[in-house]
Each structure stands twice: as structure tokens, then as C-alpha cells.
């Protein structure tokens, strides 16, 4: 579960920022590609904080309510949002060699030097100028043309499709203060794309009432495992608005493991301590394959329907200090990633799997991870820019919290988290065994869309 909150001020510009933000010119990505970078990146900040944790979070549902707020934002604060989801690439322009540019400035004269000179800086402020505008057409819909809030809107309504053979669920809401004002084309807008109502509540008078109703939604909507991810004091009479996105996902194995073959062993946590586990144990056909480069195995595990997977990424040897799992994370990339699990690449093949029986629930303060991945202005009350929101220009971004809930055994998989943001004011050889008994990383995966919807890493039985 996420919560965030946001407060507005509008910055100065200056020349020098003007000048500044010229030299950076984005491009938009493909949203499946900019959901694997995200949740890559996100494991690895994470994973600075701690080494040897168990991680477990739902990046879509992190990215798709960040992308809500998003749709409030304008200036620095949507570029930045923008930047850190991966929804856009910012290139810096191809630098003159000094050699070059010393050539050149010999062979001009002074008025030539002047006339280069102003023209630069009118290039340099007309790509400035055009900026906003082309961040402008990625948030919201310009002429027709797609945006990333419609591919937002598509990748729910095909998530959100009824499947007998698994229970997948996403929602989103927002609660706003009853007394406050609210632009009305941003309330239509995550109508449009979020499918997020407007349920209008007493944060003034009664903000632990309106916290409650809150945690009860998400614990409905995550039938019962996400409870209380707002915990008492995060809303309180300045609050002015909850975003709150919610995703839920029990699913069962194609190929089920047998409980009776289920066996006490022993996880290796590093390369000297172990803890008991239960380890589930089935041989049968999966795709498999092993990559050399980073000594690692990969196991692609489907679920009934095959729509979805996991992907477990296993180290052949504990070889740091730690996990066994810093290469790993050190080397793992999108391009990498796509390129390790594409189906030519992962061959069927019959395969010994031994898979430890586990549950996790994480919660996460994400303020300090956005604003190191470059998510600054949001938390800033001197530049933060939600004006889109509110037409009072007094929001800003004070809390990230996610919490997520995850548990694996013979039957299959059952998952959940959500996501809230509050607004205040202000050639390979193919072995033929799979054993995790020691660290690895797991990513659930929706295959019809390439979108993960949940990442973790197990390191240690609870």
C-alpha cells in the first residue's frame, strides 16, 4: 500500500533554470517497458537500504497511483514523475568535441562567434518552450494521439478481465475532503482512465472515521490481507485528498506440487547460516534456462490459464559475502530481463524443482527512495506544481507508503497490495534441477501484457 501527500507552491523560473533544462530532451517509452524498468529500478534502491532482506511490492500498483496523482501535476513536478515511473527518457544533447569547437571559434569571426552564439541560446529556449508541451501531450490527450494515461486505462481494463481459472482484481479511489475544491477535468480524467470515483469525506471534522472507511475499502478489495495501511496520525484535518489504488491476485499452479512431498530442509541465508524451511518439491516439464554471465538460473512458473507466471531468478552458488544476489541485482536490466525470459530463450524442458513453501508482508516508507531516484519537487512546498489538482495551488507530496502481502505454497500463489496518496496541504546446458534453498529473486508477471505486477526477493524463512 502506497500513501502519498501533496502540497503546491509555485517556484520562480529563472534563466539559468530555463537554460538548464534545455540541455535534457525526453522521449516517451512503452508502458510494459517503462513498468519492468520502474520495479527494476525499485528493487535496486531497496535493496541498497538493505542487502539481505526480503523484499516483496507491487510496482504496478505503486506506478499506476503514482501515474493518478501525475495526472495533476504540471511543470518540473510531471517531468520528474514522469522520469522516475520510466514513462519518459531524458537524452542529453550530443556535446561538440573541443577540439572542434576550438577549430571552429579560430576560423569565425567575432560577429560570426556573437551570431552562433545567440542562436544557440534561441534554440536552447525554444526546446525549452516546447517541453511542457511534449510532456504535456504524454499526460493528457493531444489531437487524437495516445497518451500514457489511456495505455494506463488499457492495461486495467485488460488485467480486470474475468478469468475462471484465477482471481485478479484492481481498483482505484480517491476520498477528497468535502469542503475542498477539486478541478473538475482531473476528477474526469481519473474517471476516464482509473475508473477512480470521487467519494467525498470529512478529513476536517473527522479524519480517523475517513481513515478507517479508507482501510476498509483496501481490505475488502484485497479480501482481508491488506489491513490498516493507513495507521493512525497519516490523515489528519489538513488532509485534503486519498488516492488509493488496490490489486489483488490468488492464483494456482498449472502444475500443482503434491503436499505429501513437501519435506524439511534446510535455507542457506548466506554462505555460513541456515534456517528450517519447508521445501515443496514436483518434477515436471517448465521453461528453464541458465545464464552464464551471471551464473544464475531462471524457472518460469505458470498459473491456470498461463496468463500469468512467476519467474524465479536463481543463483547457481552463494558466492559474496551476503546473499549470493548482488550480481544479480547489480546486472539485471530491462534489455536484460526481457532478453533472459523470452520464450526462444527459455526452452521446455523436464526439470527437478524444489521451491520453499513461504509468506511475506512488507510495508515500505517509499519518500526517500522516490526523491533519490530524482522525484524532488513533489516533496518540495517551495516548487512542488499540482495546480492541475486544485485550483487553490496548495498541495504537496508528504508520504509513499506500500504495503504488500504475498504467500506461495503447493497450490499456488496469493498476493495483494495497494496504494494510497494522500494530499495535504502544503546455447546453453540446461541442468535438470531447480533448488531453491537459498536466495533468490521472484517476479509475477502478466504474460498477455508483459506487465509485472508484483517483485520480491526471499532471503530468509519468517
Sequence with gaps: MVTRTFAYRRGPTTTAAVLQDSQKMATSTPLSKANTTFSLALLKKLSDDDKTANLFYSPFSISSALAMVMLGARGNTAAQMSEVLCLTETEQPKQVG????????QSQSPMQSQMQTRMQMRMQIQQTSRLPKYLLQCLKPNNGQDDVHASFSRLLRELNKADASYALSLANRLYGEQSYQFVDDFLAETRKHYNAELESVDFKNSAEAARVDINSWVEKQTEGKIKDVLVQGVVDDKTKLVLVNAVYFKGNWNKQFKEGYTVDAQFRINKNDTKPVKIMCQKSEFSFTSIPEVNCQILEMPYKGKDLSMLIFLPNE??????????????LTYEKFVAWTRPDMMGQTEVEVKLPRFKMEEKYNLKDVLTSMG????????????????P??????????HKAFVEVNEEGTEAAAATAAIMTERSIMIPDTFIADHPFLFFIRHNTTMSILFAGRYCSPE
Design 98 to 105: 573541443a577540439e572542434q569547437s576550438q577549430s571552429q571559434s
Design 392 to 401: 487553490s495551488n496548495d498541495l504537496i507530496l508528504s508520504k509513499v507508503v
Design 375 to 390: 522525484m524532488v519537487d513533489a516533496f518540495d512546498v517551495t516548487r512542488s506544481d499540482f495546480s492541475v489538482m486544485s
Design 318 to 331: 552463494i558466492e559474496d559475502d551476503t546473499t549470493g544476489l548482488e550480481k544479480l541485482e547489480r546486472e
